[in-house]
């Protein structure tokens, strides 16, 4: 199975709630931290969310 390597690039500041609770969801705190999770379509569906504040490659 595949994998994902999601980064955190922008801050999430001045966020709505459903984008800062699924940042946190996805295991990532600070700018520049990053998380390998299995490509499924529920982690898909949580990166669609907040695409425009990570930067997602397959590992």
Do not use: C, F, W, Y
Not at 11 to 40: F, H, M, W, Y
Request: charge should be positive; glycine fraction near 6%; avoid cysteine.
């Amino acid at each position: 199975m595949a994998e994902l390597k999601i980064t955190l690039k922008r801050s999430i500041i001045g966020r709505p709630l459903n984008q800062k609770e699924t940042v946190k969801a996805l295991g990532l705190k600070k700018i520049n931290s990053s998380v390998v999770k299995t490509d499924s379509d529920v982690i898909k569906g949580m990166v669609r969310t907040v695409a425009h504040l990570v930067d997602v490659e397959e590992v």
